[in-house]
């Protein structure tokens, strides 16, 4: 990793992470999370040096990593208390908040962590991170393997933590909780490509964008691939999305009409859009 | 043999454990050569179904055929003639792509003179060919991903059974799989697929949704969108996950 200048986090924020596997996104955690040393830079949370004060800085941090870390071994309600413990607390005095997301875990408190579902792991996981009531957390991608509902469940207890003025880094796959971030960093080969807000991200998105559907969208994908003009195209939900190449002389309209008359598609439908956060992402570096 | 429209043929499937009914009299068809997107929530019956579609498990009662072959009766046949992948299935790290490859085709029974060429196709499609002797281990997981999918299909299964495959890829790393599944199925593998990304779910010819152990919803991603007036597969899922009872 070698994150190029600096950046900072404002108090409160809940700021995103999203990157390509190994861009580096769990280094920089370890890094924040005061598991690992930075060969050169220097990093400070809340005023305190990583290198020097990491004693004091861990008990003001939550930390979630990507692989399951609780005991699987303990219960529910043991693992909660073990962590509590660690940091000299009781769980009762932090019970208010975490009561959004441990309510629905408090059926199975006996059960063994080990033998939990993915989803219940990663409440758990996230309600140990917090019982200590740290003031920054720090979530390595906790919603890998987590269904659409309970993912959204999660933003939504989120959005509650930092609305208390707690400060939340997390990293995703998803573009939608991007999305749902103040700021956004895009990260790739151990640096920050971009980072804003993503209403900035999109409204700097600065390339001509079209939605095409076909009746054979398989194929449509390799046809529009090898129009001329159409700089790149990838599949979009139930449309492919197309870049027109800055002044190429095709339009939306002459996209159509050649993709009825030469390629002998049926039901096709070609309309200008705006950029997504996705669109966005999957045109990063490639000015 | 002569092959059915059908890949999968399930008829009031259903799993207790003890007073647990994890899956709840399903019955479906999964047509050849089709996607077939497998949907729902986290503890809605989705890895318990596959189980018993894969030969690992059986039913408590109900009846099912895969790939021709029959569930109570033929799980070590269904093993042989399906191909599975799943997000944490991992291949030899310490192995190189190469003989991994031949490992897998062996296992499956690939005839060795094949196998080669097999091999060789798969890595030229897949570029890896130069990285061939190279440990699994030193590949990016994007490549890693690519290369469990061909090691799946090595074996020119009937179906593939992909269980989210594409669990905390990044949205272009996705894309790339996707087009994978795409080929396969160009040439006639049906793909099973499970997955919590929505816009995949857009990419599939048919989805069911799954609810408390149930089927609740079937159909294309269009008529189904039609049905419940939604814009998104998505937004379908939001409606029939909000009746679950057992949600997480």
């Known amino acids: 990793m070698d994150l190029e200048g600096d950046f900072t986090i404002p108090k409160g924020e809940l700021f995103g992470i999203i990157g390509p596997d190994g861009a580096g996104k769990t280094t920089l955690f370890r890094i924040l999370a005061t598991l690992l040393r930075p060969d050169e830079g220097t990093v400070t949370v809340e005023g305190m040096d990583i290198v020097r004060d990491y004693r004091t800085i861990r008990t003001v941090l939550g930390y979630m990593p990507g692989k399951f870390s609780l005991y699987s071994d303990l219960s529910v309600r043991e693992n909660l208390e073990f962590f509590a413990s660690v940091f000299g607390k009781d769980v009762k005095e932090n019970a208010g908040l975490i009561e959004n997301i441990y309510c629905r875990l408090r059926p199975f408190e006996k059960r063994k962590a080990g033998n939990l579902s993915g989803g219940m792991k990663q409440k758990l996981a996230l309600c140990c991170s917090l019982i200590h009531s740290p003031s920054v957390l720090l979530l390595d991608e906790p919603t890998t393997g987590v269904d659409p509902s309970s993912r959204r469940e999660l933003w939504e207890n989120l959005a509650e933590l930092r609305d208390k003025g707690m400060t939340i880094i997390v990293s995703t796959a998803y573009m939608d909780e991007a999305d749902r971030c103040g700021k956004v960093a895009m990260m790739k080969s151990g640096k920050f490509l971009l980072a804003a807000s993503p209403s900035d991200i999109v409204s700097g998105f600065g390339k001509r964008l079209a939605s095409v559907r076909s009746d054979d969208m398989f194929r449509l994908l390799h046809d529009l691939r090898s129009m001329e003009g159409v700089g790149k195209c990838y599949t979009f939900g139930d449309t492919h999305h197309i870049i027109l190449k800055d002044g190429t002389d095709m339009t939306e309209e002459l996209v159509g009409e050649q993709l009825v008359s030469v390629y002998g598609h049926t039901g096709v439908q070609v309309r200008r859009i705006r950029a997504s956060l996705e669109d966005c992402y999957m045109n990063l570096g490639e000015e | ?248």
């Open chain 2, 1 to 248: 043999m002569e092959k059915s429209g059908y890949v999968i043929e399930v008829e009031h499937l259903t799993k207790r454990f003890g007073n647990f009914t994890a899956v709840d009299d399903i019955s479906f068809d999964v047509r050849r050569g089709e996607i077939f997107g497998f949907l729902g929530a986290n503890g809605a019956g989705k890895t318990t179904a596959m189980r018993m579609l894969t030969g690992l498990s059986f039913p408590t009662s109900g009846k099912g055929r895969v790939a021709g072959f029959d569930i109570w009766t033929q799980s070590e046949l269904i093993k042989k003639h399906i191909g599975y992948m799943s997000q944490k299935f991992a291949l030899y790290g310490d192995l190189t792509v190469n003989d991994n490859m031949e490992l897998f085709a062996g296992i499956y029974g690939v005839p060795k003179a094949e196998a080669r060429s097999r091999i060789d196709l798969l890595l030229d499609r897949l570029s890896l060919m130069p990285e061939k002797n190279s440990p699994v281990k030193d590949l990016p997981q994007g490549w890693k991903q690519k290369l469990a999918f061909s090691v799946a299909i090595i074996h020119r299964p009937e179906i593939v059974f992909l269980d989210e495959p594409t669990g905390g890829v990044d949205p272009a790393a996705r894309r790339q799989f996707w087009e994978l599944i795409y080929e396969a199925v160009d040439e006639g593998i049906t793909a099973f697929v499970t997955t919590h990304y929505m816009d995949e779910a857009e990419y599939c010819n048919r989805i069911s949704m799954m609810v408390d152990g149930r089927i609740d919803a079937l159909d294309s991603p269009h008529a189904l969108k039609e049905k419940y007036g939604a814009s998104s597969v998505a937004e379908v899922f939001d409606i029939l996950a909000r009746g679950a009872e057992r949600s997480e």
